[in-house]
């Protein structure tokens, strides 16, 4: 069983920044790819930005140039640095690890900005 931490959501005005965490109890070895989803209320879970244990990332051109993604294999963590918030960034934020053909969720944190 591998379980996924998110820390770091809450509520912030249009315009600032936030700084999720998440930590996993799997140690980050091999290859996986691990990241961040958002489901925001009425719509469908989506990618926020992921990286793969390369150090390659992906992210939605919705975030592009204000979010960024950061791992660290001995802390064991994924972070995700959000600046520029909007109201449209509001959402469940979701930390994800897929490896050797499995997927795992967190429980998600609530992220809400408010102009």
């Known amino acids: 069983q591998v379980l996924l931490v998110e820390s770091g959501g809450g509520l912030v005005q249009a315009g600032g920044s936030l700084r999720l965490s998440c930590v996993t109890s799997r140690i980050m070895v091999g290859v996986y790819v691990t990241g961040w989803y958002r489901q925001a209320p009425g719509k469908e879970r989506e990618l926020v930005e992921t990286i793969t244990s390369g150090g390659s990332t992906n992210s939605a051109d919705s975030v592009k140039g204000r979010f960024t993604i950061s791992k660290d294999n001995a802390k064991k963590t994924v972070d995700l640095e959000m600046n520029r918030l909007n109201p449209e960034d509001t959402a469940v934020y979701y930390c994800?690890?897929?490896?050797?053909?499995?997927?795992?969720w967190g429980k998600g944190t609530l992220v809400t900005i408010f102009s």
């Open positions: 994800n690890l897929r490896q050797y053909g499995m997927t795992y």
